[in-house]
Nanobody, 126 residues
Framework: QVLLTESGGGLVQTGGSLRLSCTVSGSISNSYAVAWFRQAPGQEREFVSAIRWPNGATYYEDSLKGRFTMSRDRSKNTVYLQMNRMRPEDTAVYFC???????????????????WGQGTEDTVSS
């Protein structure tokens, strides 16, 4: 069993920043990725970013590069999503998810994720 626990969401004004955290616990293998997805009201859940364990390689949705940065603290089994210069269209529920044995060509795919966090709601006011 694997548990992902998110924190750090909330309300921010346009142009502001938020940092989300996701801690992975339980039965963890040595080869996995942690990905962030988001789902806006009435929209499909979409890929935001991912980081591979153990090499730390990161991947981003192209439109978010330069504003969003993903990092990790290996000692805490925690990943972070730093979101800067936020816009109203960033308003969504953000989910972290684990992807076992990640493959670069499918790292953006929801179906490759086997465990999900409960989601954290982020609202950007205009």
């Amino acid at each position: 069993q694997v548990l992902l626990t998110e924190s750090g969401g909330g309300l921010v004004q346009t142009g502001g920043s938020l940092r989300l955290s996701c801690t992975v616990s339980g039965s963890i293998s040595n080869s996995y990725a942690v990905a962030w997805f988001r789902q806006a009201p009435g929209q499909e859940r979409e890929f935001v970013s991912a980081i591979r364990w153990p090499n730390g390689a990161t991947y981003y949705e192209d439109s978010l590069k330069g504003r969003f940065t993903m990092s990790r603290d290996r000692s805490k089994n925690t990943v972070y999503l730093q979101m800067n210069r936020m816009r109203p269209e960033d308003t969504a529920v953000y989910f972290c998810a684990r992807q076992p044995n990640p493959i670069v060509s499918t790292i953006r795919a929801r179906y490759r994720c086997d465990y999900w966090g409960q989601g954290t709601e982020d609202t950007v006011s205009s």
